[in-house]
């Protein structure tokens, strides 16, 4: 029966960054490293700590991946940002200041102002838009502008 002896001399432990073994390490080199570069002695409250991501090096075909990965994400968003353009301006409409009287409505109103055959619909949805209306429904006594014919 073979046995393999491990010597309890060799501890596996991670050096900080710049510090290799077997080469001794100067105070004036450790001063400027911190407290916290101590040979052996783990860097705490890091972010690569707190991930689990000790150790851990990304390598020049990783960062060509990530660059690439995220140019492909950010490429097509460009290209929906060029896309937007803002509509034109809205031609000037004279207007009449009407104060709805009983038995009233905007279908009433869209006939009076809409163009041989042209759409109500279209006309009521303009009547609307123009006085900021949620719905079709107006108040005896209400004020709205009203297209000249």
């Known amino acids: ?10 501890p596996c432990t991670m050096l900080p960054r710049g510090i290799s073994p077997g080469v001794p390490v100067s ?3 450790a001063r400027s490293q911190g407290a916290s570069a101590r040979v052996g002695a783990p860097v ?27 140019l492909l994400v950010s490429l097509p968003l460009v290209g929906l940002g060029g896309r937007a353009v803002a509509g034109e301006p809205g031609r000037p409409v004279e207007v009449t200041v009407h104060t709805v009287a009983p038995g009233e409505t905007l279908w009433g109103y869209a006939r009076q102002v809409a163009a041989p055959g042209q759409d109500l619909r279209d006309v009521v ?6 006085n900021e209306l949620a719905s079709g429904a107006l108040q005896v006594g209400q004020t709205i502008l009203v297209p000249r014919a």
């Open 44 to 70: 705490r409250g890091g972010a690569t700590e707190r991930l689990g991501l000790d150790g851990l090096r990304l390598t020049a075909r990783g960062r060509v991946v990530l660059i690439v990965l995220a």
């Open 27 to 29: 105070r004036q080199a």
């Open 125 to 130: 949805e303009h009547l609307r838009e123009l």
């Open 1 to 10: 029966m073979a046995a393999t002896l491990v010597s309890p001399l060799a």
